[in-house]
């Protein structure tokens, strides 16, 4: 699997789990959702992609700089999208609203998106230097 794959992976099982939330309503994890990532040790396709080893060799590192902080892996930042997600989850004093959980996790399909488009065009650059 290349860097490419692995973030259409997790755009697709973050758009699908936002896809629950608004429409059926309720919370899911990674592992309710069909597909490849289901039977993945790691919490996302990214993790799973370096084997949890470094951080920045994850594929969306670039995306997730804006939340990092010094102390944390890129996605694990306090103000994470991720991070905000893995909260409503957890949470036993409130029930998280639905739509505070799609929009955690369209954030996160779109940092994907951005990171496909950011490895495309860095193929690009080096074949044309090739």
């Known amino acids: 699997m290349d860097k490419i794959q692995v973030c259409k992976e997790t ?40 084997k949890l080893t470094f951080c920045d060799r994850c594929p969306m590192n670039k995306e997730w700089v804006f939340y990092s ?28 609203l639905c739509i505070d959980i799609e929009f955690f996790c369209l954030l996160i399909a779109e940092m994907a998106d951005e990171a496909i488009e950011r490895h495309i065009k860095d193929e690009r650059s080096n074949v044309d230097l090739s």
């Open 11 to 50: 755009k697709e099982l973050w758009t699908e789990m936002a896809r629950f939330a608004r429409e059926e309503k309720r919370l899911i994890e990674k592992f309710e959702v069909e597909g490849p990532w289901k039977y993945y040790a790691h919490t996302c396709p990214c993790c799973e992609y370096i």
């Open 69 to 96: 902080t010094i102390d944390d892996a890129p996605c694990q930042g306090e103000f994470s999208p991720y991070q905000k997600w893995r909260f409503c989850i957890r949470s036993t004093s409130s029930k998280p």
